[in-house]
């Protein structure tokens, strides 16, 4: 069987030309590569499995499988013994946050568009029993660099690809973004997304954290209790209907936060967005 590994070792380097660094997150660098023999751009997700400690499970077709204009396509995986690369759909905006902070804060209706694609992809996500568990604004990306270009949620099914035992707090980085029931330990399902989203959203609206505070256990103590609010003056001139979305989401008890699919239909992100709609 040696050379059959080998084989599979050679694999990514035969059929790709690595390129520049495209980013790096907790787990993994990506890099722009090209397909040989094509000029067509990829980018790939390296994983060291010997750092992470990390082992592929089989289940990846599914995942290959998913498709979804707001998410970013995964193209193949490939494993050698010490590496894992996971070819993806090149994206060649910024990170919602980088946007989020060269702008400082959106309009409502920036807003509720973008929160209409990230609830779009998290909808389809969930109907296909994949829960995301690390929506930030880090792992949102906008498609291209045009001010209505859409958005397209990265870094997805991971923790279905890759079985690890880093605890997901640690794999936050910062706590900002995670759910109670997630920092608690507790049993979690899909609404720790909904959780997420809301911060988000409470973000693109005001341009700062619900539960900013000066240290970690504070924020975790604030996130906790659910203990934010829509300070003056920076939310006075905030739609009521924007706000009921963020207190219908950041809800402490995951049974009762809404749904991705209610929140499809939430009033203020089925009004506002349909007052403008994206270039396809
Ligand atoms: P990690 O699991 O380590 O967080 P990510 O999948 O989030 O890794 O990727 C890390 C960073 O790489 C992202 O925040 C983003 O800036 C960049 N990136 C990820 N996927 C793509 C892509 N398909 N096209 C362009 N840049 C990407
Ligand atoms: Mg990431």
């Keep these: ?9 050679k694999k990514f380097e035969d059929l790709y030309e690595l390129g520049k660094e495209l980013g790096r997150g907790a787990t993994a660098v990506v890099y722009k590569c090209i397909a040989k023999g094509t000029n ?6 390296i994983l060291d499995k010997k750092v992470e400690h990390k082992t592929v499970v089989t289940e990846v077709g599914i995942l290959l499988k998913i498709e979804h204009p707001n998410i970013v396509q995964m193209k193949e995986v490939y494993e050698t013994l010490e590496t894992v690369y996971i070819i993806l759909e ?4 910024s990170e919602l946050f980088e946007r989020i902070v060269s702008e400082q804060y959106y309009s ?18 969930h109907k296909h029993d994949i829960v995301h568990r690390d929506l930030k604004p880090e792992n949102i990306l906008y ?6 270009s859409k958005l397209k949620i990265c870094d997805f099914g991971l923790s279905t690809i ?23 330990g507790n049993n979690y399902g899909k609404s720790c997304d909904m959780w997420s989203v809301g911060v988000i959203a409470y973000i693109l609206l005001c341009g700062y954290e619900p539960f900013h505070s000066d240290n970690e256990p504070q924020m975790f103590k604030k996130i906790l209790k659910g203990d934010y609010s829509f300070d003056s003056p920076w939310w006075d001139e905030i739609s009521n209907n924007a706000k009921d979305l963020v207190r ?33």
């Design 1 to 9: 069987f040696w050379f059959a590994e080998s084989i599979r070792d």
């Design 40 to 45: 067509q751009a990829w980018a790939v997700k």
């Design 90 to 93: 090149l994206v060649t905006g």
């Design 108 to 125: 409502e209706e920036q807003a509720a568009l973008a929160v209409r694609d990230i609830i779009s992809a998290v909808d389809y996500l």
């Design 143 to 148: 498609e291209n660099l045009s001010q209505d």
């Design 162 to 184: 890759v079985s690890n035992k880093v605890s997901l707090v640690t794999l936050c980085g910062t706590p900002g973004y995670c759910a109670p029931e997630v920092l608690k």
């Design 248 to 280: 219908k989401l950041l809800v402490v008890d995951p049974a009762k936060r809404l749904t991705a699919s209610a929140a499809l239909k939430h009033v203020w992100v089925t009004g506002m967005a349909n007052k403008k709609t994206h270039m396809e």
